[in-house]
T-cell receptor
Framework: KQEVTQIPAALSVPEGENLVLNCSFTDSAIYNLQWFRQDPGKGLTSLLLIQSSQREQTSGRLNASLDKSSGRSTLYIAASQPGDSATYLCAVTTTSGTYKYIFGTGTRLKVLA | SQTIHQWPATLVQPVGSPLSLECTVEGTSNPNLYWYRQAAGRGLQLLFYSVGIGQISSEVPQNLSASRPQDRQFILSSKKLLLSDSGFYLC????????????FGEGSRLTVL
């Protein structure tokens, strides 16, 4: 059974710092890995999608990498800003035939001005 | 462009009352649709998914049911709510088939008293 873990659960950093969020999964047989952002009381916003044949994706100050063999992904945020404060979740699609996205519990990020 | 709508945004219901949450997707046809629940302090739990009209797969046995009466409409229902049904309900759809990118609606917050 696929399990997704995100460490740390919470993170507080000063503005301008570069930071890395971690996501690990137990079954390397995945199709995609997707990173999301969730603001309090809101739905999830897609940040980056990495397909199984890819190693990384970039969007602005965000860079996500995927290492299927080790069951890990990282989300790198450059030059963090207070507006980056949110909960970040990763999710993987399984290859078990049901094509479901399995989510981690997220990392709550606070960027201090 | 594709959009996803959920309503109502907020709902307060007494124990034992019925529930109906609605989700519609615009700008696409035959989407794969999903209902997730996010309980306080916990990750996203997949409740139901649908690959077509009238086709519903249930992930967790519970007090809830789902229906897909039209191609782009997904409804979450209950005949009698329990306190444990409280949570944040999110509808989502995948673009590009099962292995595409997952997009979420804004969510419906349900409080059962």
């Amino acid at each position: 059974k696929q399990e997704v873990t995100q460490i740390p659960a919470a993170l507080s950093v000063p503005e301008g710092e570069n930071l890395v969020l971690n996501c690990s999964f137990t079954d390397s047989a995945i199709y995609n890995l997707q990173w999301f952002r969730q603001d309090p009381g809101k739905g999830l916003t897609s940040l980056l999608l990495i397909q199984s044949s890819q190693r990384e994706q970039t969007s602005g100050r965000l860079n996500a990498s995927l290492d299927k063999s080790s069951g890990r992904s990282t989300l790198y945020i450059a030059a963090s800003q207070p507006g980056d404060s949110a909960t970040y979740l990763c999710a993987v699609t399984t290859t078990s035939g049901t094509y479901k996205y399995i989510f981690g519990t997220g990392t709550r990020l606070k960027v201090l001005a | 462009s594709q959009t996803i709508h959920q309503w109502p945004a907020t709902l307060v219901q007494p124990v034992g009352s019925p529930l109906s949450l609605e989700c519609t997707v615009e700008g696409t046809s035959n989407p794969n649709l999903y209902w997730y629940r996010q309980a306080a302090g916990r990750g996203l739990q997949l409740l139901f998914y649908s690959v077509g009209i009238g086709q519903i797969s249930s992930e967790v046995p519970q007090n809830l049911s789902a229906s897909r009466p039209q191609d782009r409409q997904f409804i979450l229902s209950s005949k009698k709510l329990l306190l444990s049904d409280s949570g944040f309900y999110l509808c989502a759809w995948i673009s590009g088939g099962f292995t595409g990118e997952l997009f979420f609606g804004e969510g419906s917050r349900l409080t059962v008293l």
